[in-house]
């Protein structure tokens, strides 16, 4: 585990509504019976075409330190219901207290480029369980899923220019600051401002200075120079707390100071004003000046809409410092992920074979808040160029190996894809714990940072343009669809 914040156990991390269904389950003599649920989301944020799933290192730490501890039964034993009595009975506690996560976990790996409806995570084991599981899992895999998602949308904008992350100061609390910068470099980010992270996560921290360094001195040039003596090898110089131009210009007699001594200029931080316009007559300041390598940092609310407008007028910013838009997910601060019951073993059945499950789901007058059914798994067909389609469908009602296979679009039945058998794919959902026991290598922060950039190559250009996306094909496997058009006459009937 790399989440050093999660050590300690968190396992009442839960909404009360879990823990009053385990008690209903242990009571009524079901809380072992095996269920599946799938954590999935129904639309992609920022009203784009693909997300960035992330998290499952978090996941990981919370299963292996899942321990009601004595203190968390204590709590648990002082709640009470509307007639003041407790709400729990003792026998239930003591469960509590000796309860061992047993379940098996698939998820899909971090990085992974998801689309609506693919379950993101499976979890099969005692419905109890399961079921205590379905908020913290929620938690950690919106939250992260949707920064990384946004990060990657500003690594698409910035291209090959340097994007650094700047928000701890305006992050949801401590916990968002950290979840946030983790899921930003995942995402595609360069380096963080958030020493802590760096610390702990790994993650390559970057810096400039504040306007309040500038104005500690009687002058810019004083405090540029100042800066520069003490820090000659990371001198970038924020150059607009009083007249951005006349700040690059002495930015420039300091660069002049710092050559005479061996040492560079890196970098000046535009951070206020027109970016565009004093990007390039700073450029050309620089130039005329000998300063050809030094490079031009901009920050001040931007977002990608911002970075891409200016880029397009020729900004001549080749690092990005982005904050609040980026660590609260401004335009859209939550992925609506949700995690819904979709197979529970019958009572008579004594191993998990076809035919011993029933599939469940949930109906809704909103069609995309219908779930399906079934063991599901994420099968996605590409070839050279790319990803073709995602295919969802139901282990117990399709073979696992190579085999034909045909999926039905959701939006309208008649529209049918066929996959060879020897077309290639990759199954997307990979076990992570069996039994309760972690059988999952993650990977190191930074492989999971470039498995998003390799998974972004594999989609058509068209699946990441901002504006109308392309929609990337998902459909269910034929079987899957047919049992799930069945469930829902079925239940619709009665
Ligand atoms: N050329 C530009 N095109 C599009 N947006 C820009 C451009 N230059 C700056 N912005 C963005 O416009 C927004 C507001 O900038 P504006 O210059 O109006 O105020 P400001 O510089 O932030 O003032 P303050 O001194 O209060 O920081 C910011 O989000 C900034 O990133
Ligand atoms: O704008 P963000 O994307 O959140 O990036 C971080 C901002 O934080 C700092 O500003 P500061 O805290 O001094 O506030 P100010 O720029 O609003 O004065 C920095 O100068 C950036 O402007
Ligand atoms: O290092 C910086 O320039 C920085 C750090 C945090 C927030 N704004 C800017």
């Known amino acids: 585990m790399t989440n050093k914040l999660y050590d300690t156990s968190l396992s009442l991390l839960t909404d009360l509504y879990q823990v009053t269904m385990a008690y209903g389950y242990w009571k009524s ?23 960035i799933a992330c998290g499952l290192t978090n996941v990981i730490g919370y299963i292996e330190n899942f321990k009601l501890s004595k203190k968390d039964i204590r709590y648990l034993r002082s709640l009470t219901g509307n007639d003041g009595q407790p709400l729990f009975e003792e026998a239930f506690l003591d469960y509590l207290a000796n309860l061992k996560l047993t379940c098996d976990i698939e998820a899909i790996p971090e990085g992974t480029v998801v689309f609506p409806n693919e379950p993101l995570v499976r979890v099969r084991g005692p419905i ?4 205590l599981l379905e908020t913290p899992l929620l938690n ?10 946004k990060a990657a ?52 921290v970057r810096g400039t200075h504040a306007h309040s360094w500038v104005m500690s001195f009687d002058n810019e040039l004083e405090a540029f120079q100042t800066y520069a003596d003490v820090l000659p090898n990371n001198v970038t110089l924020l150059v607009d707390t009083y007249d951005s131009l006349e700040g690059v210009r002495n930015a420039i007699k300091t660069g002049y100071q710092l050559k005479e ?31 050809t390598d030094t490079s031009i940092v901009a920050s001040n609310d931007l977002d990608e809409t911002i970075i891409n407008s200016l880029k397009q007028q020729g900004a001549k910013i080749t690092i990005w410092g982005v904050g609040t838009k980026l660590v609260t997910a401004f335009d859209q601060p939550a992925l609506g992920g949700v995690y819904k019951l979709a197979a529970l073993k019958h009572d008579s059945a004594v191993s998990a074979t076809l035919g011993e499950w029933d599939y469940k789901m949930k109906l809704s007058e909103q069609a995309i808040k219908i779930s399906t059914p079934g063991i599901q798994q994420v099968r996605r067909f590409r070839n050279e160029q790319g990803f073709l389609a995602d295919m969802i469908y139901n282990e117990n009602s399709f073979a696992s190996e190579k085999q034909q296979a045909t999926m039905i679009d959701p939006l309208d039945f008649t529209k049918r894809r066929k996959f060879d058998a020897d077309q290639p794919y990759e199954d997307l959902l990979v076990p992570v714990f ?34 109308n996306p392309h929609l990337y094909p998902v459909g269910l496997e034929k079987n899957l669809h047919e049992m799930k058009t069945e469930l829902i006459l079925k239940l619709r009937e009665g």
């Open 128 to 131: 109890l369980q399961c079921q």
């Open 261 to 291: 001594r061996g040492y560079k200029l890196a970098a000046i931080r535009l951070d206020s004003g027109d970016l565009a316009y004093l990007s390039i007559e700073a450029r050309k300041l620089l130039d005329e000046a000998g300063f």
């Open 29 to 51: 003599g079901t809380a072992e019976k095996e269920s599946v649920f799938n954590l999935y989301f129904r639309k992609h944020p920022f009203g784009g075409g693909f997300t």
């Open 153 to 204: 949308r500003l690594r698409l904008v910035v291209e090959k220019d340097t994007l650094l992350e700047f928000g701890l100061r305006r992050a949801q609390g401590v916990d968002g600051g950290m979840t946030a910068s983790r899921a930003a470099y995942i995402g595609g980010c360069d380096a963080t401002s958030n020493v802590l992270a760096g610390k702990l996560y790994g993650i390559p």
């Open 140 to 149: 950690l895999i919106n939250f992260e899923s949707l920064i990384a998602t």
């Open 434 to 467: 069996r039994s309760g026991k972690l059988v999952y290598e993650s990977q190191d922060i930074h492989a999971i940072r470039e498995r998003v950039q390799t998974q972004l190559a594999g989609l058509h250009p068209g699946v990441k343009r901002f504006v």
